[in-house]
């Protein structure tokens, strides 16, 4: 009898643990993947973005999102106006605050509510389309997305992970693979993934499935010839263009 009790109280603890295992995976799962994806939005548009830096400055927080370009697009104007010491016309450019809102969740998985903040556009490029905002928020974010070092070797068939605040929603994945690597636009590098890519996805992040590394931004879909987007055919600007992007531009992040 004793003997079957302790049978018993084995098998408690060791469902008990898989449990714990379970959850805790998911959490981190959680953590890499789900977390660290915000909304972004001006006064006329929106898309996503992914935290990718939170560090300490002079007692602050620095907090960097990198999204799209054509996401915050909308926030940038550059007129031309006449400028009385210099005697000329000169372009002038004006850059409206960005809002982005990130999410709050419970038992894991449900979104309960954002934090809505005002960001700065710092840096942005229109042919690569990408840009770098900054939080005005000063404390820091624990959620960042896992950048893989420079030399990542990743190829077609590798499982991914899009997600991106489709239509508005909260973060939301679809899953796939690396379907073709390497496709030139306008003399700019794409890669290509079956992980569905929906209208609001623009800015969000794509994944390496098994490690959860950051491995480009979705970009633009594929169309067909009648004007149909292909949900599962979308481009994604890798993380290679991305790194030189942000050197070229004098950004340091974390070691990578």
Known sequence: ???????????????????????????????KLIYPIVRVTTDKAGGSGSIIYSGKKDDKYITLVLTN???IEDAISITEEWDSTLQKKIARERRSVVYVEVFKYREISIPIGTFRIEADII??????????????????????????PTNRQYN??????????????????????????????????????SSQIIYGNSGGAIFLYKTGELIGIPSMLVAAGWGTPI????????????YKWLYNNKIILQDK
């Open 69 to 71: 370009y054509h996401v």
């Open 231 to 242: 949900p599962h055919m979308g481009l994604f600007i890798p993380i290679e263009r991305i």
């Open 123 to 148: 840096i942005y490029n229109a042919q690569e389309d990408m840009a770098l905002l900054r939080l005005r928020s000063e404390d820091q974010v624990k959620d960042v997305v896992i950048l893989p």
């Open 1 to 31: 009898m004793k003997k079957i009790i302790l049978n018993i109280l084995f098998i408690i603890i060791f469902i008990t643990i898989l449990i714990g295992l379970g959850y805790t995976q998911s959490l981190e799962d959680h953590q």
């Open 156 to 193: 077609v068939l590798d499982q991914t992970i899009a997600v991106g605040c489709s239509l508005g929603f909260p973060p939301l994945p679809t899953t796939g693979i690396l379907t073709r690597k390497n496709i030139q636009i306008n003399s700019l590098n794409y890669h290509m993934s």
